[in-house]
């Protein structure tokens, strides 16, 4: 599991006042416009951004000179998001390369009150007093966080690398998310899973919605909504989606049996419920004419919440997700990690060192299990 957003610095409780936030994101395609989401999702009260930009990323906190692009929203620098929902700001005429790195800058004037938004992004995040909006320079911004706020989306369009609905979801917990890869590299599997497609010459699509902590069955009040839940809003609600690859469960089978679950003790999750679960996901895959790729949940004996009863649990659903045939296809995450002298656990040249999560090298490995050709 990762551990709740109490033990890693950020600054959703306290949110935004007269203060300027930027932020790095890599994109997997490259286009000719482009265009951000932003969400304010969890807010309980409009918030209130009073102005954006995006530009070339440049090192650290700076950008490329002569890159940076005010972004409009219906034709206006600020813009007002209401309460539980999401906008995109209008399409700008840019040039993206796929895998370039781009910078969105949103000044918020606030306060905003506590912030919709990401724990665990890997990805610097920086921080100014005042409007810095259209500084090309990082020397305003003083302050680090490994979260992204309100950004929760960068799109790009009018490439030459995709079809119609040939985009990629990556659906998960903190394994998807990519706890203990390198922060600022870019080493998680849906980003390897891109670079993948982009050496082909026909770059596609790769949306990460990992959640640290993210169950298949269950709420969380730090971890997100229970994966059947959220499945609607985070694969179907994406654009020119036609592939989604679900690796879930261990937090469900760990938190059973692990009474420092950061929600407190957590009920008994059977198998049959997970793979209730699982069919729930490939139901709504298929009523919306997505293909559902299940990928096998990875070793973790060794992990915090470790057991016997546990490990029985993940192989059985393992067993399902291989031989069930419900699954459009499979990928098996679990042989391709897993230690040739001891199946249950994390080989260690993949283990991060939690017993949990992987490593880079194990991301790198996740990754290039996937069959190209059956997505």
């Not at 954006?52 to 692009?69: F, N």
């Not at 409007?131 to 911004?141: C, I, K, Q």
Request: charged content about 25%; overall charge negative.
């Amino acid at each position: 599991m990762q551990a709740p957003h109490e033990a890693v610095p950020d600054w959703s409780r306290q949110g935004f006042t007269d203060q300027t936030v930027r932020q790095v994101v890599r994109v997997s395609t490259g286009g000719t416009r482009a265009r951000i989401e932003l969400s304010n999702r969890y807010g309980r009260t409009p918030l209130t951004v009073t102005g954006a930009t995006v530009a070339r990323a440049g090192k650290g906190a700076s950008v490329q000179d002569g890159t940076v692009r005010h972004l409009l929203f219906k034709g206006q620098r600020s813009v007002i998001v209401p309460a539980g929902q999401e906008v995109r700001s209008d399409g700008l005429a840019m040039k993206v390369r796929a895998l370039e790195s781009l910078t969105v800058t949103l000044y918020l004037a606030g306060p905003t009150g506590p912030a919709t938004f990401h724990q665990a992004a890997f990805a610097t995040t920086y921080r100014a007093s005042g409007d810095h909006r259209a500084d090309t320079g990082g020397e305003a911004f003083k302050e680090r966080s490994q979260s992204w706020y309100y950004l929760s989306g960068v799109e790009v369009a009018g490439g030459k690398g995709g079809a119609c609905r040939s985009g990629v979801v990556t659906f998960g917990d903190s394994i998807t998310d990519g706890y203990g890869s390198t922060v600022d590299a870019n080493r998680r599997y849906p980003d390897v899973l891109a670079e993948r497609f982009a050496a082909t010459g026909h770059p596609r699509s790769v949306l990460n919605q990992g959640i640290g902590g993210n169950r298949v069955t269950a709420d969380s009040t730090w971890a997100g909504e229970k994966g059947v839940a959220r499945f609607r809003h985070d694969v179907l609600g994406e654009p020119d989606v036609g592939t989604v690859i679900v690796l879930e469960g261990i937090n469900d089978i760990g938190a059973s049996a692990w009474p420092d679950w950061p929600d407190g003790p957590a009920p008994d999750v059977s198998v049959a419920q997970l793979i209730k679960g699982h069919r729930e996901l490939i139901r709504q895959a298929h009523a919306a004419g997505v293909k559902a790729v299940g990928a096998t949940v990875t070793p973790f004996k060794g992990a915090a919440y470790y057991s016997e009863r546990g490990e029985a649990k993940r192989d059985a659903l393992n067993e399902w997700i291989r031989t069930s045939g419900e699954y459009d296809e499979v990928v098996d995450l679990d042989r391709t990690l897993a230690d040739p002298a001891d199946r249950d656990r994390l080989a260690p040249a993949y283990d991060s060192g939690d017993h949990l999560h992987p490593s880079d090298a194990g991301y790198r490995a996740m990754a290039e299990a996937v069959d190209l050709d059956e997505l």
